[in-house]
T-cell receptor
Framework: EPEVTQTPSHQVTQMGQEVILRCVPI?????FYWYRQILGQKVEFLVS????????KSEIFDDQFSVERPDGSNFTLKIRSTKLEDSAMYFC??????????FGPGTRLTVL | EDQVTQSPEALRLQEGESSSLNCSYT??????LFWYRQDPGKGPEFLFT???AGEEKEKERLKATLTKKESFLHITAPKPEDSATYLC?????????????FGAGTRLAVHP
């Protein structure tokens, strides 16, 4: 069964450093999303991406964040200068022609 | 503002003891309501999508129902492997690319 994959599973970084989180969406899906979940809190929408451009972003997704689909299979989230409050689980999701979003296993980001 | 409230926060059941989880929502124009299961440290796993009041969906011991103000996830004769956090999310017609707005979840523990 096709699934969304994410790497790395855990990323530890120092405050101020750049991180790139990687996702491989389900192969025939066209819509891609990033969500995050701070420990003990709700899953929050960050950004949606379609046709090689951002289609919607939340207030959280400020200038420190960017997304890219560098090739036909990968979808990345970059945080340019990490803050302590960026520590969270980051989930990638993708959706095809129906309306169901399928989530990856997540990347746990720890900012020290 | 779109909002999703889930109750109870936590539920402890004995194996075989049926119960229901509640998701009440406020959204300006519901496009869809989604149920996900989330195991600790994992990504949300898609369960159901409901689109209109009166709709019901079933999968094994789970049945989801929808009214104009809330959704219920009924668990019949649960087993310990049903222990997880169950997340409800709504999607509004407003906006093009259909972000999900999540509730805080119900943590279900099923004991033998």
């Amino acid at each position: 069964e096709p699934e969304v994959t994410q790497t790395p599973s855990h990323q530890v970084t120092q405050m101020g450093q750049e991180v790139i989180l990687r996702c491989v969406p389900i192969s025939n899906h066209l819509y891609f999303y990033w969500y995050r979940q701070i420990l003990g809190q709700k899953v929050e929408f960050l950004v949606s991406f379609y046709n090689n451009e951002i289609s919607e972003k939340s207030e959280i997704f400020d200038d420190q964040f960017s997304v890219e689909r560098p090739d036909g299979s990968n979808f990345t989230l970059k945080i340019r200068s990490t803050k302590l409050e960026d520590s969270a689980m980051y989930f990638c999701a993708s959706r095809g022609g129906n309306n169901e979003q399928f989530f990856g296993p997540g990347t746990r980001l720890t900012v020290l | 503002e779109d909002q999703v409230t889930q109750s109870p926060e936590a539920l402890r059941l004995q194996e075989g003891e049926s119960s229901s989880l509640n998701c009440s929502y406020t959204v300006s124009g519901l496009r869809g309501l989604f149920w996900y299961r989330q195991d600790p440290g994992k990504g949300p796993e898609f369960l159901f999508t409901l689109y209109s009041a009166g709709e019901e969906k079933e999968k094994e011991r789970l049945k989801a129902t929808l009214t104009k103000k809330e959704s219920f996830l009924h668990i019949t004769a649960p087993k310990p492997e049903d222990s997880a956090t169950y997340l409800c999310a709504v999607q509004a017609w407003r906006g093009g690319y259909n972000k999900l707005i999540f509730g805080a979840g119900t943590r279900l523990a099923v004991h033998p």
